[in-house]
């Protein structure tokens, strides 16, 4: 019913800087909270940055400074523009997006495939 493709990741030096991208597609009625997660080798997934169809975005103070959540509510697209790249930034990074699909009344909500960003020298 609905697709969330990431992509931008990849291989950056320390103080680099990557966007990623994710795209929701589908029977799409309406989009509301769009989120990125991040989960590092032997680590547990954890939340990056929380952007809401409007108002503020909430980021995690890991990154609170480096990183910055936006949307565009017409493209159904979130993206993460991750700068100042520390190597502990390594890790697969998620969308999660909750999605009121065509002819439903709920929210549901999707995770993408997950995109790998690698931050070394």
């Known amino acids: 019913q609905v697709q969330l493709v990431e992509s931008g990741g990849g291989l950056v030096q320390p103080g680099g800087s990557l966007r990623l991208s994710c795209v929701a597609s589908?029977?799409?009625?309406?989009?509301?909270?769009m989120e990125w997660y991040r989960q590092a080798l032997g680590k547990q997934r954890e939340l990056v940055a929380k952007?809401?169809?409007?108002?503020?975005?909430d980021i995690a103070d890991s990154v609170k400074g480096r990183f910055t959540v936006s949307r565009d509510n017409a493209k159904n697209t979130v993206y993460l523009q991750m700068n100042s790249l520390k190597p502990e930034d390594t890790a697969v990074y998620y969308c999660?997006?909750?999605?009121?699909?065509?002819?439903?009344?709920?929210?549901?909500?999707?995770w993408g495939q997950g995109t790998q960003v690698t931050v070394s020298s």
């Open positions: 952007m809401p169809r409007s108002g503020l975005a």
């Open positions: 999660h997006v909750w999605v009121m699909v065509i002819n439903t009344h709920a929210f549901s909500d999707y």
């Open positions: 589908g029977n799409i009625a309406a989009i509301g909270v």
